[in-house]
């Protein structure tokens, strides 16, 4: 049995290709990672793996995988882990998921590529635009979730 509660008949459906936005920095130069991602949903499990590239390999870029479980069919949780060479970033997600499946905002938190504990705004929508567009809202507003609704 997993660990998320789910309302009966109301399991949102995120399987398929959906874009990540990342609010990270590298020396100091604050960057938006945006970066194709597939998703296969099993019940409230959701595993994640990146198609694309957010950055450049020179600008910190790296490929990643990772699961997020679903809580009362609004809360994601779960992690993520570099699986590109040498890269050793690994850390944790949190969204919240638009009533509507329509995307997910949240914020992360992980280890650097210099070994410190950093965290940004993360988002995630069916489209490139979706995403990126979430992301902006995340970060004028402060962290408020569906600001666009």
């Not at 959701?46 to 995988?65: C, D, N």
């Given at each position: 049995m997993g660990h998320g509660r789910r309302l009966p008949g109301s399991a949102r459906a995120t399987?398929?290709?959906w874009w990540a936005?990342?609010?990270t920095s590298r020396s100091g130069d604050e960057k938006i990672a945006s970066q194709q991602v597939e998703i296969k949903q099993e019940g409230d499990l959701l595993q994640i793996a990146t198609i694309?590239?957010?950055?450049?390999?020179e600008e910190g870029g790296y490929h990643w995988s990772g699961e997020l479980q679903l809580w009362d069919n609004e809360i994601l949780m779960g992690w993520y882990a570099a699986?590109?060479?040498s890269i050793r970033s690994k850390g944790t997600m949190y969204f919240v998921l638009h009533p509507h499946g329509l995307n997910m905002s949240g914020r992360?938190?992980?280890l650097g590529f210099d070994g410190r504990i950093m965290s940004g705004w993360a988002s995630m929508?069916?489209?490139r635009e979706e995403s990126e567009t979430t992301m902006a809202s995340l970060i004028n507003s402060e962290g408020m979730a569906y600001v666009n609704d």
């Amino acid at each position: 049995m997993g660990h998320g509660r789910r309302l009966p008949g109301s399991a949102r459906a995120t399987s398929g290709q959906w874009w990540a936005s990342w609010q990270t920095s590298r020396s100091g130069d604050e960057k938006i990672a945006s970066q194709q991602v597939e998703i296969k949903q099993e019940g409230d499990l959701l595993q994640i793996a990146t198609i694309t590239r957010g950055l450049s390999e020179e600008e910190g870029g790296y490929h990643w995988s990772g699961e997020l479980q679903l809580w009362d069919n609004e809360i994601l949780m779960g992690w993520y882990a570099a699986n590109d060479g040498s890269i050793r970033s690994k850390g944790t997600m949190y969204f919240v998921l638009h009533p509507h499946g329509l995307n997910m905002s949240g914020r992360w938190v992980g280890l650097g590529f210099d070994g410190r504990i950093m965290s940004g705004w993360a988002s995630m929508g069916q489209t490139r635009e979706e995403s990126e567009t979430t992301m902006a809202s995340l970060i004028n507003s402060e962290g408020m979730a569906y600001v666009n609704d």
